[in-house]
């Protein structure tokens, strides 16, 4: 899924589209997200950037997408909180308008293989 993104993204027509607008990637600080915050930067996106928690990797996202001459924002917001959920675009838009809104935030247990089972 993510090669089929990346492909999409560069894109001429994908770049014209996203060149000097604003996308909010939730969950950008890891795994997914992160990636899609890089290849819309890479198209010319200019990225918020949503954390949870995850501070220093989202600062080290922003920093990435700040060298690839996009503008990068950090936002924090507790999806588990729905106040703080249902503020979070209303609080973005005030200060950026958004183009798009890619969410990628996840809520889950890590589990170790060991740990795992074929059982429901």
Not at 48 to 65: D, W, Y
Not at 82 to 105: E, R, Y
């Amino acid at each position: 899924m993510l090669q089929s993104f990346s492909r999409v993204i560069k894109s001429r027509w994908m770049s014209e589209v996203l060149l000097g607008k604003t996308v909010l990637i939730t969950g950008a600080a890891r795994r997914l997200g992160r990636s899609f915050a890089l290849a819309c930067a890479r198209a010319g996106a200019d990225i918020v950037t949503h954390l949870s928690n995850s501070t220093e990797e989202a600062e080290a996202v922003r920093q990435e997408i700040t060298r690839l001459v996009s503008k990068a924002w950090i936002f924090q917001a507790d999806f588990t909180d729905p106040v703080q959920a249902a503020s979070l675009i209303p609080s973005i838009n005030k200060s950026i308008p958004l183009f798009a809104l890619i969410n990628s935030a996840a809520i889950f247990d890590s589990l170790s293989l060991q740990a795992a089972s074929l059982q429901a």
